[in-house]
C-alpha cells in the first residue's frame, strides 16, 4: 500500500474492504479498533459499509511518521484487507475537514450546514444491528 506522504500536515483518507469471508461484525470490529487506536494519527470521521464488510475512516496526519504507524497498523490489523489511503486537498486539519463539508453543502448544494447539524437525527431502526448484519432496517 504505498501512500503519497504530503509535505504539510493534512486529514487522509482511508478505504478498506474486508476479504471474502468476514462478517459484518468481524470488519466493524477491525475498523472500531483502527479508529480507536490512540497510538495512530487522530481519527477525525468514521463509518462502516452497509452492503459489505469494510469500512473508512479520515485521519488527521500531522507528521510522515504518522503514515508509518497507520500501513503498519493496517499490515498488522487488516492483513489481506484491500486497502487505500489517500491525502486529502483541502482537509489541512478537523476544522478545515469540518469547513470542506459546509463549503460542499453550501456551494454545491446550496444547504447550510450549521442549519443541518441542528436537524434531528432520524431514526432509522438500529442501526447497530444494520453494522453488524449488513441488513437495512
Known amino acids: 500500500m ?15 474492504m474486508a476479504p471474502s469471508g468476514f462478517t459484518m461484525r468481524q470488519a466493524n470490529d477491525a475498523i472500531n479498533a483502527m479508529t480507536g487506536d490512540r497510538d495512530l494519527p487522530l481519527a477525525v470521521f468514521h463509518d462502516h459499509f452497509l452492503d459489505a464488510p ?9 507528521e510522515a511518521a504518522g503514515i508509518d504507524r497507520i500501513e503498519a497498523a493496517c499490515a498488522r490489523q487488516l492483513g489481506n484487507w484491500r486497502i487505500e489511503l489517500r491525502p486529502l486537498i483541502f482537509s489541512f486539519n478537523p476544522a478545515a475537514f ?6 460542499t453543502l453550501g456551494i454545491y448544494q446550496g444547504q447550510d450546514w450549521e442549519s443541518l447539524r441542528k436537524q434531528k437525527r432520524p431514526a432509522y431502526g438500529n442501526p ?10
Do not use: N
Not at 504505498?2 to 478498506?16: D, E, H, I, S, V
Not at 469494510?54 to 500531522?62: A, K
Open 2 to 16: 504505498p501512500t503519497m506522504r504530503a509535505k504539510r500536515p493534512r486529514c487522509y483518507l482511508l478505504y478498506a
Open 54 to 62: 469494510g469500512g473508512t475512516i479520515v485521519f488527521h496526519v500531522t
Open 98 to 103: 469540518d469547513e470542506q463539508i459546509a463549503y
Open 128 to 137: 447497530s444491528h444494520e453494522a453488524v448484519s449488513g441488513i437495512e432496517e
